[in-house]
């Protein structure tokens, strides 16, 4: 089945820097990969994602880029504000019987220091 | 629209008690979900619905039923609760279509349980 890997698992930065976090898949079936933000005590919210037949989207801030030969896909935020911390999740779609379900990577702490 | 609305908020349980999470959306969508949240881990998934009347297992549904008798409800019901069922469950819904392969799903707020 769908195996999703996430890396780091925490990480600091100023503001006005850039934070990347990873992902790798396993399925080679899987074709859209979302990306959800989670800030404390409330539950998780998409931010951004990306189809199979794209490279890479923008919006504003946030970037993704998908690898698809490589399997993997990335999270880009630039000049960061501390707004932005919180708990990033990468997530791949898994096909089943009755529909598509989400396979979560265990998620990103982001912590923007001012 | 309220979204996704999740009660109780805060519950602790008694090993061996039972209890029922409540999940509400108004956004008529189709498919709901349930899931778990460790600390240090991912979602995981217990239970899905693609429909009235539809259940399906997720990845770790020991320990929970499902029912979803209309669009708008899917309650999760935990019996003989255990230790190892202490999590922050999320409720989510999306709309999907035959054959879609995209799946954006809304999550409640969540309830934070823990059993003693």
């Known amino acids: 089945g769908e195996n999703v890997e996430q890396h780091p698992s925490t990480l600091s930065v100023q503001e006005g820097d850039s934070a990347v976090i990873k992902c790798t898949y396993s399925?080679?079936?899987?074709?859209?990969f979302p990306w959800y933000k989670q800030e404390l005590g409330k539950g998780p919210q998409l931010i951004i994602d990306?189809?199979?037949?794209?490279g890479e989207k923008k919006d504003q801030r946030i970037a993704v880029t998908l690898n698809k030969t490589a399997k993997h896909f990335s999270l880009h935020i630039t000049e960061t504000q501390p707004e932005d911390s919180a708990v990033y999740f990468c997530?791949?779609?898994?096909?089943?019987?009755?529909?598509?379900?989400?396979?979560f990577g265990a998620g990103t702490i982001l912590r923007v220091k001012s | 629209n309220a979204g996704v609305t999740q009660t109780p908020k805060f519950r602790i349980l008694k090993i061996g008690q039972s209890m029922t999470l409540q999940c509400t959306q108004d956004?008529?969508?189709?498919?709901m979900y349930w899931y778990r949240q460790d600390p240090g881990m991912g979602l995981k998934l217990i239970y899905y619905s693609v429909g009235a009347g539809i259940t399906d297992k997720g990845e770790v549904p020991n320990g929970y039923n499902v029912s979803r008798s209309t669009t708008e409800d899917f309650p999760l019901r935990l019996e003989l609760a255990a230790p190892s069922q202490t999590s922050v469950y999320f409720c989510?819904?999306?709309?999907?279509?035959?054959?879609?392969?995209?799946?954006?799903?809304?999550f409640g707020p969540g309830t934070r349980l823990t059993v003693l």
């Open positions: 399925d080679s079936a899987s074709n859209y």
């Open positions: 989510a819904s999306s709309y999907s279509t035959s054959g879609s392969f995209t799946d954006t799903q809304y």
């Open positions: 990306i189809r199979s037949n794209v």
């Open positions: 956004m008529n969508h189709n498919y």
């Open positions: 997530a791949a779609i898994k096909s089943m019987e009755y529909g598509n379900k989400l396979v």
